[in-house]
């Protein structure tokens, strides 16, 4: 869910601080959102530097979490299969 706060500011054209100001969100959320703060920060960086293919950087920040590839590759196939399965379910497709 993080991640996809992450992106507010962009579906808005807002500044990502402005968006997340009137939500009653978590400060361990906001951290991650606004400054990368945390577990949930560090792992938000995580997923965006493999989003950018920075691959060198994600193995650093794989180690330093203490997070194995096969786990990381894991979550990366989860995340897309629960999106996979949102969009489906947001354009009214059943899920096969």
Avoid: I, K, Y
């Avoid at 330093?64 to 999106?83: C, I, K, P, R, T």
């Amino acid at each position: 869910m993080t991640g996809l706060f992450s992106l507010l500011g962009v579906l808005f054209g807002l500044p990502l601080g402005e968006v997340l100001a009137p939500l009653a969100l978590a400060e361990a959320v906001q951290a991650a959102l606004l400054r990368r703060e945390g577990e949930l920060g560090a792992l938000l960086a995580l997923f965006e530097a493999a989003e950018r293919g920075e691959w060198d950087n994600v193995a650093v920040r794989l180690d330093v979490l203490q997070l194995s590839h096969q786990d990381f590759n894991a979550a990366m196939l989860e995340a897309a299969g629960w999106m996979h399965v949102a969009l489906r379910e947001t354009c009214g497709q059943p899920n096969a």
